[in-house]
Nanobody, 122 residues
Framework: QVQLVESGGGLVQAGGSLRLSCAAS????????MGWYRQAPGKQRELVALISSGGSPNYAASVKGRFTISSDNDKNTVYLQMNSLQPEDTAIYYC????????????????WGQGTQVTVSS
């Protein structure tokens, strides 16, 4: 069984910073990519940032230049450094991982964390 455990959310004033972490643990697996999504009240979940196992990042246009995604492959952990936070960044942030397992061929399995609240006050 695989678990994604997130940490680092909280309350911050506009212009402030937060750093989210997400560690994957459990059965033996390899990571295709890990990333962060967010869901604000009344809105659909949206991609924030994604990083491949090779380290290539992709960002939503709304966070590009403010957020930085990184990973530590040895720790199966992904980070999201969020700078210049704005009230519109307020949401529950979910960690996401696409994994492969030994003897399971090329199929990818998607896992989600429990979510961590980020609130930015104006």
């Amino acid at each position: 069984q695989v678990q994604l455990v997130e940490s680092g959310g909280g309350l911050v004033q506009a212009g402030g910073s937060l750093r989210l972490s997400c560690a994957a643990s459990g059965s033996a697996f390899s990571i295709d990519d890990m990333g962060w999504y967010r869901q604000a009240p009344g809105k659909q979940r949206e991609l924030v940032a994604l990083i491949s196992s090779g380290g290539s990042p992709n960002y939503a246009a709304s966070v590009k230049g403010r957020f930085t995604i990184s990973s530590d492959n040895d720790k199966n952990t992904v980070y999201l450094q969020m700078n210049s936070l704005q009230p519109e960044d307020t949401a529950i942030y979910y960690c996401n991982a696409d994994l492969r397992f030994p003897n399971m061929g090329l199929r990818r399995y998607t896992y989600w964390g429990q979510g961590t609240q980020v609130t930015v006050s104006s």
